[in-house]
């Protein structure tokens, strides 16, 4: 029976290390739980590098077994590996310049060695598990090389590929001194999504200035396949979310924020650390708005987490150093005895922690400079039973393109950030309802689940394609 194949960098669970012996946490991310559902179906497997570098083969043959049960097929890498290709060509080369950060663009020989090893490891982890017939489907800016090492092993296979990031313009991407091989690498696969048009139009363009291919309605002619490009916006579990703000557990996981907060208006923000969400400009704005509406001090709270990230790589240290300026500076400037304006957390949430976070906001501020899609605005507004909250949304989000009710923002405008926090504090509840309604309408509609679905039919839908031109 023929079986789906997962891979990406990281898989959907995190191995800790603990005194008692190795521990396996599931990550709550969206992929994760939208993929959920197909990969532990059959036979399917999920491939990716469960998070730790180890010590010894037999801990490794440990998680190996552990993984099993689970679906899951671990690929382990060195700490010269997770330092090269991890930290370094895929988040100090690709990430920058793929988020238009190519000021932080680091180019070495070095990384994209590494970066190629990396990916043929992956590929040889495919091949001990991969049947004919199997669909593989590849995920992410960390493994962009891997279609085409797959298709090389398996030249009639059904591979998909989802970049769950931005794909800058071509201005921007011919800057990599690598950039041929790595749309050689994508254009292994014969499906090829993006989270938006304008994503799947940038690698178009790419595809064709660089590669000199034609790429009429969006479907690429590379002489021996036809590979076609499209815009899969991802949605969320969107029921999980409204499951868990309307659960009888959480009324109770409400009681000791509305002991602190009273009758505050709580703004909330979430990211991981990453110099790409736009974190330094926010606090910016939040203490723009103390300044100038004084009316505002001591009624309202900014909640922020920071979830921990990539925290060996340079930039996210020096990131952190300024967050915690930033927000050292505000609250000593506008603290008074019984008002803290920032509640700063820096370390990750459990789900059902974060679900109470969304409950109790009225605002969630969510500002990237740069971001694929960004799926805790969504989270947000899935928990909004009462349909009660605004949302203020960076025109830079891929959200942004189906959140249009949203109040939206270039975060570049401090002033422009300032306004949109007044407007959204006195916003009328009414009106608020209304543009939560529509939101919520088009993200139960467009969830997860129909997320996958759509993808899988449109690389059946490819596969026949190619098929049927071949016997022409
Ligand atoms: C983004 C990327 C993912 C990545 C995640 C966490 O969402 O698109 O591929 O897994 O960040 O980053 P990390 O470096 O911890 O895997």
């Known amino acids: 029976?023929?079986?789906?194949?997962?891979?990406?960098?990281?898989?959907?669970?995190?191995?800790?290390?603990?005194?008692?012996?190795?521990?396996?946490?599931?990550?709550?991310?969206?992929?994760?739980?939208?993929?959920?559902?197909?990969?532990?179906?059959?036979?399917?497997?999920?491939?990716?590098?469960?998070?730790?570098?180890?010590?010894?083969?037999?801990?490794?043959?440990?998680?190996?077994?552990?993984?099993?049960?689970?679906?899951?097929?671990?690929?382990?890498?060195?700490?010269?590996?997770?330092?090269e290709f991890y930290e370094g060509f895929s988040n100090e080369t690709l990430w920058p310049s793929f988020h238009y950060?190519?000021?932080?663009?680091?180019?070495?020989?070095?990384?994209?060695?590494?970066?190629?090893?990396?990916?043929?490891?992956?590929?040889?982890?495919?091949?001990?598990?991969?049947?004919?017939?199997?669909?593989?489907?590849?995920?992410?800016?960390?493994?962009?090389?891997?279609?085409?090492?797959?298709?090389?092993?398996?030249?009639?296979?059904?591979?998909?590929?989802?970049?769950?990031?931005?794909?800058?313009s071509y201005e921007v991407f011919r800057m990599l001194p690598w950039r041929e091989q790595i749309l050689k690498g994508m254009l292994g696969a014969d499906l090829i999504g993006f989270h938006t048009y304008d994503d799947a139009r940038h690698f178009l363009s790419s595809v064709s200035r660089i590669a000199g291919m034609n790429t009429a309605q969006g479907l690429i002619d590379n002489g021996h396949r036809q590979i076609m490009v499209d815009a899969?916006?991802?949605?969320?579990?969107?029921?999980?979310?409204?499951?868990?703000?309307?659960?009888?557990?959480?009324?109770?996981?409400?009681?000791?924020?509305?002991?602190?907060?009273?009758?505050?208006?709580?703004?909330?923000?979430?990211?991981?650390?990453?110099?790409?969400?736009?974190?330094?400009?926010?606090?910016?704005?939040?203490?723009?708005?103390?300044?100038?509406?004084?009316?505002?001090?001591?009624?309202?709270?900014?909640?922020?987490l920071v979830v921990p990230s990539r925290d060996q790589v340079e930039k996210y240290k020096e990131l952190k150093e300024t967050i915690d300026e930033l927000v050292g500076r505000i609250n000593s400037s506008y603290r008074t005895i019984t008002w803290n304006p920032i509640q700063y957390f820096y370390r990750s949430f459990p789900i059902e922690e974060l679900s109470a976070l969304y409950t109790v906001a009225d605002i969630a501020l969510i500002t990237p400079m740069r971001d694929g899609m960004n799926l805790v605005c969504k989270e947000f507004i899935a928990s909004?039973?009462?349909?009660?909250?605004?949302?203020?949304?960076?025109?830079?989000?891929?959200?942004?393109?189906?959140?249009?009710?949203?109040?939206?923002?270039?975060?570049?405008?401090?002033?422009?950030?300032?306004?949109?926090?007044?407007?959204?504090?006195?916003?009328?509840?009414?009106?608020?309802q209304t543009r939560m309604q529509h939101m919520q309408e088009v993200l139960k509609r467009y969830d997860i689940h129909q997320w996958v679905s759509i993808f899988m039919n449109r690389l059946e839908y490819i596969k026949l394609k190619q098929l049927s031109l071949a016997t022409e």
């Open 384 to 432: 909004k039973l009462d349909q009660k909250g605004v949302l203020i949304l960076s025109e830079m989000a891929g959200a942004s393109k189906e959140l249009s009710e949203a109040i939206i923002i270039n975060p570049n405008d401090l002033g422009q950030m300032v306004q949109a926090m007044r407007e959204a504090m006195i916003m009328p509840e009414e009106e608020q």
């Open 101 to 168: 950060f190519s000021q932080y663009t680091v180019y070495d020989d070095a990384y994209w060695a590494a970066y190629q090893h990396v990916n043929q490891k992956f590929c040889q982890a495919v091949m001990e598990l991969a049947q004919p017939g199997d669909t593989i489907w590849v995920h992410d800016y960390q493994l962009l090389l891997l279609p085409a090492y797959i298709r090389e092993a398996f030249p009639d296979s059904s591979i998909g590929f989802f970049q769950h990031i931005p794909f800058p």
């Open 232 to 304: 899969f916006p991802m949605g969320i579990d969107y029921t999980k979310y409204a499951q868990l703000a309307g659960s009888p557990e959480m009324k109770e996981k409400l009681i000791p924020y509305h002991e602190v907060l009273h009758d505050q208006k709580v703004i909330l923000s979430i990211d991981r650390l990453d110099y790409s969400k736009g974190i330094p400009a926010r606090l910016q704005a939040f203490e723009l708005l103390l300044q100038e509406y004084p009316e505002f001090r001591e009624k309202v709270t900014l909640f922020m």
């Open 1 to 83: 029976m023929s079986k789906t194949i997962i891979i990406s960098n990281r898989l959907p669970i995190k191995v800790q290390r603990k005194e008692e012996g190795l521990a396996y946490e599931t990550s709550e991310g969206g992929l994760a739980t939208g993929l959920g559902s197909i990969y532990k179906e059959g036979d399917n497997v999920w491939i990716g590098w469960p998070g730790l570098s180890f010590e010894d083969e037999e801990e490794e043959k440990q998680v190996v077994q552990d993984l099993k049960q689970q679906s899951m097929h671990p690929v382990f890498l060195t700490e010269s590996e997770i330092k």
